[in-house]
Structures are given as structure tokens and as C-alpha cells.
């Protein structure tokens, strides 16, 4: 369908909102665990790996090659962290794809451009990203400590969703903050590597 992938933006929010859910509620009630994290872990990846794909085989061509490519660095981010000795919290979450991929179909409509072009780079800077072993710690996500604030962070999806005129002021802020993190920091981790 011309525009099927239109359905997929309230999946994304459901997940995102249902992923933070989770861990707010694990935190509150103090029932934490190696084995939720890895349940979380892989919930995420079936899930995102899905959405993923999803949005590939829709456009077809180049952006399901792309896709898979980024569907393979998902699987590859959750395999890894099920090993204890991991260091957690390295590379952008999964989550973080999710969310540039509702900001791109979204812009579609509001800006007008044909989105292959701008899905393929989505997905094979996050395919990247996804596996840097630095911190990226100026994901807008990743400065959320409160669920108050993570409350708000799921309020500006679903206010980009539902008011196009919000829908390029909230992309534009995580999506700076993505490549802040992923550039910048970047640079930082090589440098303080090779001192």
C-alpha cells in the first residue's frame, strides 16, 4: 500500500512508551535483574528487528538491504550484551533507531521528499552506532533520569506524530543530540585512546 508504512508510527510510540514503562516500573519496584535486562534485551531486539524490516520491505530495493544490515546490528547489539562481561551502555540503544525512523516518515509528508535516500543513511549510521563501544551519552533518551522526564520525552513522540508543525522541531533535537553523541563523542573516545 502507497503509504502503509503510516501504520507503523503508532507501533513505534507503543513500544517505545511500553520499553520505558518497563524500566521505570522495574526500578520503582525494586525488582531489577540480569535476567529482565535480558528479557528486555531481547524483547527489544524481536520487536525493533521486526519494525526494521517492516519499513525495508515497504520501500523495497536499497532500503530493504539497508535494513537487514541494520536488523543484523541489532541482533548483534543484544547477542553481545547477554555476555556478563559486556560493558552495558556503550553504542546508541536500539530505541534510538526506532525513533529516526518515525521522525524520517514523518518529515515525508511535512517536507515533502522521497524518504529512500534518508532511510538508507538512517540505517547504516545506526547500523554503526549501534556497536561503537563508546558512551553515547547526549542522546536526549540517555539525559533522562526521572519518569517525569521520560514521560516527557514520550509526550514529544507522540506530539510529532499528532501536530505536524511539532514534528521537525522534535526530530531536529534528536537527531543533533544523535550525531553530537555519535561524532563527537566519537572523536573524544579516539583521542583519549590513543594518549
Known sequence: M?????????????????DDLDGILAAKLDIRSRLGANLDNLCDAVAHVAL?????????GMVLVFSMIA???????VVSRFNPETVSGSGSPTNEL???LLFT???VKTLGFEPELV?????????????????MSALIRAQTKSAT?????NVA????????YMTLPVATAFIVTYLYSFVVKGQQWLRQRHQ
Open 2 to 18: 502507497d503509504g502503509g508504512y503510516r501504520y507503523l508510527f503508532a507501533l513505534i510510540i507503543f513500544n517505545n512508551i511500553m
Open 52 to 60: 526494521t524490516l517492516a519499513v525495508g520491505a515497504h520501500f523495497g
Open 71 to 77: 536488523a543484523a546490528s541489532i541482533i548483534l547489539r
Open 98 to 100: 526506532m525513533r529516526h
Open 105 to 107: 516518515l514523518l518529515l
Open 119 to 135: 532511510l538508507m543513511i538512517v540505517f547504516l549510521l545506526h547500523s554503526v552506532s549501534m556497536l561503537v563501544p563508546y558512551k
Open 149 to 153: 522526564a521520560v514521560g516527557m520525552v
Open 157 to 164: 513522540l507522540v506530539a510529532a506524530w499528532l501536530v505536524p
